[in-house]
């Protein structure tokens, strides 16, 4: 196996997490990541060692999803998350769950390009440049994606505070996208 | 106090924030509640998200998944796959199965709409949907009459529609599926064999076999097509499509025994878009 092939092999669990949080379904999630993959292995030739393959993956699928869009005329979303799916780093309780539950409706309220760019540097760990590269926009067009993506779901989310809440920090939130 | 901007306290809750800048944000946000309630509704999205995905992370990669990238040398030539002559041996042993040369009762299913491999690819998974729901209904219990003892068969010159051997598996997968029942049809694309497998726990799958133009290698792509899981791949002049209802992971098994049966293994093959 290459050395391309052994690090898209390591990147699948990342784009699995991210085609899940895109399409709340897990075979059709599975089946983004395999499409993207046939993808990317199609135009490798493409890609330049050395250059950033994640961000590169990741805009693959994202052009696929917004494909799909497209073609159905609205997510491709089946059903959502099953409960096995929801891990906290602790058991979270029935009213954090409902509030995860929450939150993962009111994401599908977003405009597409502000669900995407929050889920690329929320979930994914991108920097604000390579969530700029992979949508195709600006960097500051990627701020004030942001920045309204998370004050629509403030103004819709009651999610309620953390089962460690209290003296939550910024440090505890994972960003490097691991 | 300086006043905080929307995109400030956004690159604070994403750790991209630097001095000196970072301090007089954070002394901002102690000084007005509102402010901070707002950071810390900001910072559970964030962990929120996190707990919503970051299960996804620890589970096993799906194997099929895994395979698509590992059995893929994208820079390398199409493989070729030599077409062999059936050795005369084997020619009894399709006869035994029994022949139908049926149509499909649902046609072709558009066929001439769609385009190019993916379209040949994506009929060819509807009709093997299609032949697994009429297998699973007329399927008969023929294994008295299947050739038993060796791990493979051929199928017999009259009953193989193909121009190269058509060799599966006597026993396919780790929970013993044999086959049960066996057809070839004609339609408006060329020829197609069906191979209907059931185990001891009366789950059934089917292979659909239906030739390519061209002689190619494309690695396992799995797709639910109709509640049915699907698992294709072309291999050399054949695209085959193995369905059922007994989850990728075992179809994934019964595929590599279907690969072991041809001869064949997966490697050094390029990868298509369906």
């Known amino acids: 196996m290459s050395s391309l092939q052994q690090e898209i092999v390591d990147l699948i669990p990342q784009l699995r997490r991210f085609a899940m949080a895109l399409t709340r379904d897990r075979t059709a999630a599975d089946d983004l990541v395999q499409d993207t993959l046939l993808r990317a292995l199609d135009k490798s030739e493409k890609f330049q060692a050395g250059t950033n393959l994640r961000a590169w993956l990741m805009t693959i699928m994202r052009n696929l999803f917004i494909s799909q869009i497209r073609r159905y005329g609205s997510r491709p979303t089946l059903h959502s998350l099953d409960g096995e799916s929801v891990h906290g780093v602790t058991q979270p309780s029935q009213e954090y769950s409902l509030g995860l539950r929450e939150l993962e409706a009111n994401l599908t309220h977003l405009p597409e390009d502000q669900r995407t760019t929050l889920l690329l540097v929320g979930l994914q760990g991108l920097s604000y440049e390579e969530a700029a590269m992979v949508t195709g926009v600006a960097v500051g067009t990627v701020r004030s994606r942001l920045s309204r993506a998370r004050e629509a779901l403030r103004q819709l989310s009651a999610l309620p505070e953390t089962p460690t809440s209290g003296e939550t920090t910024i440090e505890q939130i994972n960003v490097s996208g691991k | ?274």
Request: charged share 20%; aromatic share 6%.
């Open chain 2, 1 to 274: 106090m300086s006043q905080v901007s929307d995109e400030e306290l956004n690159a604070l809750v994403d750790g991209r924030l630097e001095e000196p800048r970072l301090s007089e944000v954070l002394r901002a946000i102690d000084a007005d509640p509102n402010l901070s309630l707002r950071a810390q509704r900001y910072r559970d999205q964030l962990q929120g998200l996190h707990a919503l995905y970051d299960g996804v992370l620890r589970e096993p990669v799906p194997s099929h998944l895994l395979r698509l990238v590992q059995d893929s040398a994208p820079s390398s030539p199409i493989t070729e796959i030599k077409a062999r002559r059936l050795p005369a041996s084997w020619r009894a042993a399709a006869a035994l199965l029994g022949v139908f040369v049926v149509g499909l009762a649902g046609g072709w299913l558009g066929h001439g709409q769609l385009q190019g491999e993916r379209g040949l690819l994506q009929s060819a998974v509807k009709q093997a949907v299609l032949a697994h729901q009429m297998l699973e209904l007329a399927v008969a219990d023929q294994q008295d009459a299947l050739p038993a003892g060796a791990d493979t068969f051929t199928v017999g010159a009259d009953a193989n529609p193909f121009e190269v051997p058509l060799r599966v598996p006597n026993t396919a997968g780790d929970s013993n599926f044999v086959p049960v029942a066996f057809q070839s049809a004609t339609g408006a694309a060329g020829p197609t064999v069906q191979l209907a497998y059931r185990n001891a726990e009366g789950k059934e799958v089917t292979l659909f076999v239906q030739p390519h133009s061209a002689s190619r290698k494309v690695p396992y792509q799995a797709s639910t097509e109709d509640g049915f899981d699907v698992l294709f791949w072309i291999d050399g002049p054949l695209v085959y499509v193995l369905v059922g209802k007994s989850g990728r992971e075992q179809l994934l098994g019964l595929a590599d025994s279907f690969y072991s049966a041809a001869g064949l293994r997966p490697a050094s093959t390029e990868a298509a878009k369906p």
